[in-house]
């Protein structure tokens, strides 16, 4: 008889000996063959949850053994069999350990999303700190004088050019006048001395003096613009040189008449008049004295003064006589 709806069943074979009585050939009498013997089992009902099994009728009696009804095996609708929670699955699962899986399905809790979350706790405003004030009869020092800036003390250098006197330079009203004062100034300071005029084309000698300088021959020099000198380098440049005479074949002329011996270090500076050299400033250093800042600050400013004399000339001399 088959299972009744919503029931299965499980199948096996097995073997046995087939009894003497059923053998058909004599020839194997004495044989003890095995045989394959097929069973079948119902398998136990599954019962929904919250529902109860529907079983049909009772198999029927098999060799008068004692049979069990459908209803017999089937577990009560209204008391579920209880499986207990072990520690284990409540571990994983996350429920109490010693429950029963009808008793957690009896009450299911409501999903995570379905919860309402506790109101939040009151919470104070913030409260900001005033700056600490400060008292009223707190006085703030002034400031001493003497933590205040000294003016600064003139430099040397500012009374040093506040000593240079240059006033018979600038009352000369005379060219050669001019020259001969400055020159005066220069050889009072330095080891030898001399005057350049610059012409169109060449430059000039026209006053020397100090150590082994022959008189008159400084205005026998002559070195033309189109050749090499230190002059031409002054004149291009438009500022000072300071340093070794360069050995050049026009600048034997007048280191012969200075007293032939080639400078180790000396300083041209250009007398200008609306930015265009007129004449030319030359010092010359002992050998084991070199320039100083004050030497060339005093040359600078005698030949500011030159070219103020000699402008003053040039004007005396475009001035109609009454």
């Known amino acids: 008889m088959p299972p009744p709806p919503g029931f299965g069943t499980t199948e096996g074979r097995t073997s046995g000996p087939l009894p003497h009585e059923v053998w058909g050939n004599a020839g194997d009498e004495g044989a003890e063959l095995p045989i394959i013997q097929s069973w079948r089992v119902p398998d136990l009902p599954v019962v929904p949850f919250g529902g109860s099994a529907t079983p049909g009728d009772a198999p029927e009696e098999a060799n008068g053994a004692e049979t069990i009804s459908w209803e017999e095996m089937a577990p009560s609708p209204t008391e579920p069999t209880p499986l207990w929670i072990t520690e284990e699955e409540a571990a994983l699962s996350g429920v109490?350990?010693?429950?029963?899986?009808?008793?957690r399905r009896a009450t299911p809790e409501p999903p995570a999303a379905a919860r309402i979350p506790p109101p939040p706790p009151d919470v104070d405003p913030p409260v900001f700190a005033e700056p600490p004030r400060r008292a009223a009869d707190v006085e703030i020092p002034e400031p001493a004088h003497s933590a205040r800036r000294p003016v600064s003390a003139p430099s040397d250098r500012q009374a040093a050019l506040r000593a240079f006197d240059f006033s018979e330079v600038i009352a000369a009203r005379e060219r050669d006048a001019v020259g001969k004062a400055a020159l005066?100034?220069?050889?009072?300071?330095?080891?030898?001395?001399?005057?350049?005029a610059a012409k169109p084309d060449r430059v000039t000698g026209w006053e020397a003096g100090g150590e082994g300088v022959r008189d008159g021959l400084i205005r026998d020099v002559a070195i033309p613009w189109n050749e090499p000198s230190?002059?031409?380098?002054?004149?291009?440049s438009r500022s000072f040189y300071l340093g070794r005479l360069p050995p050049l074949p026009r600048h034997e002329e007048f280191v012969q008449a200075l007293g032939g011996a080639m400078a180790q270090e000396c300083l041209v500076q250009p007398v200008t008049i609306k930015e265009k050299?007129?004449?030319?400033?030359?010092?010359?250093?002992?050998?084991?004295?070199?320039?100083?800042?004050?030497?060339?600050?005093?040359?600078?400013?005698?030949?500011?003064?030159?070219a103020a004399a000699l402008a003053a000339s040039i004007r005396l001399k475009k001035k109609p006589v009454i």
């Open 96 to 103: 109490r350990a010693g429950d029963t899986y009808a008793s």
């Open 184 to 196: 005066r100034a220069m050889v009072g300071r330095f080891r030898r001395a001399a005057l350049f």
């Open 230 to 236: 230190v002059f031409l380098n002054v004149r291009l």
């Open 277 to 306: 050299a007129v004449a030319f400033l030359y010092a010359e250093f002992a050998p084991d004295q070199g320039a100083t800042p004050l030497d060339i600050a005093f040359v600078r400013e005698l030949a500011a003064a030159t």
